[in-house]
């Protein structure tokens, strides 16, 4: 393990530990180690196989649907907020998609986060354009999620290249446990929703559909006292938030077959559309731009003597936008006024996994896959919004992608206290050639109730298609025939896990290093005039944490906490070294009063920030930062029953102190005090 470990934060360690030590002596007595298994959560997205928490070979959290609503989340990706060490902004996207930002430790060099992988029920969702999600584009709403398990730090291993500092799974009810009809309505200020879903059953087969339409007025089009540090002498573009209006229509159904005693079939299709505003009041954005997306999803699987499986999964997907872009700020001879923004993504990937037990005290899944990716964006790629008009033939508006994998993980009980898992993923794709990430940990249950992981990994994160394209443009457009052909980016991580659990307590505590290199640099000229695409590299070292403490048989807690420490060359004018906040905190109460009355409130707060191109056009150079931020949200519930159906009404209030504060850059203010009505029922 790096020495570098030794001078991490020595007062937070301590204090954590006294925290474990004070909760250790406070309980009666320590968990049976029967009840301690029993009540072990399964999580399915570390290492393919299905293993308790304790045994997993990476930092894992686990949201539930018990999570979701008491945070009274209204997006998808406000629920990662929970989550240790993520840091999420809202509506921060600006150029293609004007949508939240969702990273794990920051390293954010623009306003999609690029370098963490997506699944929907081990679909990906990764945008192949920029990299990172277009979270309001998934096809999915959360009354239909069963449970989120977030792989805190890279999974290369398991789910390959841009896993490249985690995993987000987003797993859905299967359809036979969501029987029945459901809707739920909400109103308030700026956003409303209708969902309706209904589940039934035809013999051997389950299935559920549900549509939702949602409205959502985002943020208010005046910044509301803007900050103006170090501003151009064209205030204007300053003091207005970004066109991020949307309207949310989707479609979901999902079937279960069983067709006999062995073999199960699973289908899935979703629809995702609507329009979508974008971009910013000086420069390019899309007033009406209109949002078709679309996946269709087909699963087999057979269980297999001895408890194994072989598993055939495919998917289609096709991530669709048509857009007139309008620049509002056009300059003579360089850009148009106007610009074809439409947009079309498609990607087909066919998977093949296998798990046995080849012994007693061993388990092994393995497979291979094969994607072929095309993208279409003739803004974005033809003319990357830079070159002249008409834009050069030789600079292309349509580019492919094509990647193999095969991959495989052993997990071996040595000992019944010491479980060790070997993993790796070999990839070849068109863009950067063949790359292996290995990954090798040991989990030592040194007591009933306390295991301690250890672990080293590598992981790398494939160009996106847009820094593809950026590659060409240096070369062709900016003269640099001789420039280095773009590699993957590359992290290595040491690993130091605690999972202790209490009568009352659940205690998850990481230390950890990554040492990330060849980031590359795009939309940058100082990169490619300095001969290296590929010259961006930093650290991140320190600890987080997350306890889960059952305070009494109505009332929980649920703390998250991040303390990391980056440091970075900052080359190129990419800063990373103030990217991720040293403090990241959480904490969510939830309080039962009676059978009928719930309550919850949760607190967020995140250090100052300073990301990369928040500073891009201010003469301040690197010495803006975001102000600390802090949010309280709160929610009461009370449910009820009719008759036959059972209901529930909530009244959610987010932005209690009605905080005017910015997230990301100082043009992205998010809206002050926001309140709704839900109206849940289920019959």
Do not use: C
Request: proline share 4%; hydrophobic share 35%.
């Amino acid at each position: 393990m790096p020495n570098t470990f030794l001078k991490l934060t020595p007062s937070l360690l301590g204090s954590t530990l006294l925290i474990y030590a004070g909760a250790a002596s406070g309980t009666e007595s320590v968990s049976s180690e029967g009840a301690y298994l029993d009540e072990m959560p399964v999580v399915l997205s570390v290492s393919r196989l299905a293993q308790r928490v304790d045994e997993a070979p990476a930092a894992v959290t686990i949201i539930d649907r018990e999570m979701i609503r008491d945070s009274g989340a209204w997006d998808l990706s406000e629920v990662m907020r929970l989550v240790p060490g993520m840091y999420v902004a809202y509506h921060a996207a600006r150029y293609y998609s004007t949508d939240s930002i969702v990273g794990y430790h920051g390293l954010m060099s623009e306003t999609m986060s690029h370098r963490m992988q997506v699944l929907v029920d081990g679909r990906s969702v990764y945008s192949p354009l920029y990299g990172g999600v277009i979270w309001s584009d998934i096809p999915v709403v959360l009354d239909d999620i069963d449970r989120i398990e977030v792989v805190r730090g890279p999974n290369a291993a398991s789910y390959g290249a841009n896993s490249f500092i985690g995993v987000i799974n987003i797993i859905t009810r299967h359809s036979a446990v969501s029987q029945g009809k459901h809707v739920s309505f909400s109103a308030g200020r700026g956003r409303e929703e209708a969902v309706a879903s209904y589940g039934g059953k035809s013999g051997d087969t389950t299935y559920r559909i549900t549509a939702s339409a949602r409205n959502d007025q985002g943020e208010a089009a005046d910044i509301n006292n803007p900050d103006l540090k170090g501003s151009p002498s064209s205030l204007y573009g300053w003091t207005k938030n970004k066109f991020d209006d949307k309207q949310v229509r989707m479609l979901n159904f999902r079937a279960d077959h069983q067709i006999n005693s062995s073999d199960a079939l699973e289908f899935q299709f979703g629809y995702n559309g609507g329009l979508r505003q974008s971009g910013e009041v000086n420069g390019w954005h899309s007033p009406d731009k209109q949002a078709d997306n679309h996946f269709a999803k087909l699963n087999w699987r057979r269980a297999l003597v001895g408890g194994g499986e072989l598993s055939v999964q495919f998917y289609h997907m096709v991530e669709s936008s048509t857009a007139q872009l309008i620049n509002t700020d056009p300059e003579p001879g360089l850009f148009n006024a106007t610009s074809n923004g439409d947009v079309t993504l498609q990607r087909n990937d066919l998977e093949i996994q296998h798990t046995f037990a080849p012994s007693s005290n061993t388990r092994l899944v393995w497979g291979g896959s094969v994607r072929r990716d095309t993208t279409y964006a003739p803004h974005e790629l033809g003319s990357l919004g830079l070159t002249p008009n008409p834009p050069r033939p030789d600079v292309y508006d349509t580019l492919s992608f094509d990647l193999s994998r095969l991959f495989g993980n052993l997990e071996w009980h040595a000992r019944p206290d010491l479980i060790f898992n070997f993993g790796a993923m070999a990839e070849n794709n068109s863009y950067t050639g063949t790359d292996i990430t290995p990954r090798l940990a040991a989990n030592w249950h040194f007591l009933p109730g306390h295991t301690l992981r250890i672990s080293q990994s590598q992981a790398t994160r494939t160009p996106s298609v847009f820094e593809k394209a950026w590659e060409i443009y240096q070369r062709v457009e900016r003269n640099h025939p001789d420039l280095p052909v773009l590699t993957p980016e590359k992290v290595n991580t040491s690993d130091i896990g605690y999972l202790g659990k209490f009568n009352a307590l659940d205690v998850d505590f990481r230390l950890f290093y990554e040492e990330y290199t060849s980031l590359i640099a795009d939309r940058r000229n100082d990169a490619a005039n300095n001969g290296n695409l590929n010259s961006g590299r930093a650290t991140v070292k320190g600890v987080e944490t997350q306890l889960k403490w059952k305070i009494g048989p109505r009332t929980k807690l649920i703390y998250s906490l991040s303390n990391a420490d980056t440091s970075s060359s900052d080359v190129d004018r990419i800063t990373y070294s103030y990217s991720v906040p040293v403090n990241n905190q959480s904490l969510m109460l939830t309080h039962s009063f009676d059978s009928h009355w719930r309550a919850s409130t949760t607190v967020y707060k995140t250090d100052k920030t300073h990301f990369d191109r928040t500073d891009y056009d201010l003469n301040q150079g690197r010495g803006y930062f975001i102000a600390p931020v802090r949010r309280w949200d709160a929610r009461v519930a009370y449910t009820f029953q009719t008759g036959g159906t059972h209901g529930e009404l909530a009244l959610i209030v987010q932005n209690i102190e009605n905080a005017q504060y910015f997230e990301f850059r100082h043009d992205n203010q998010v809206p002050g005090r926001s309140a709704w009505m839900n109206l849940k029922l289920d019959f």
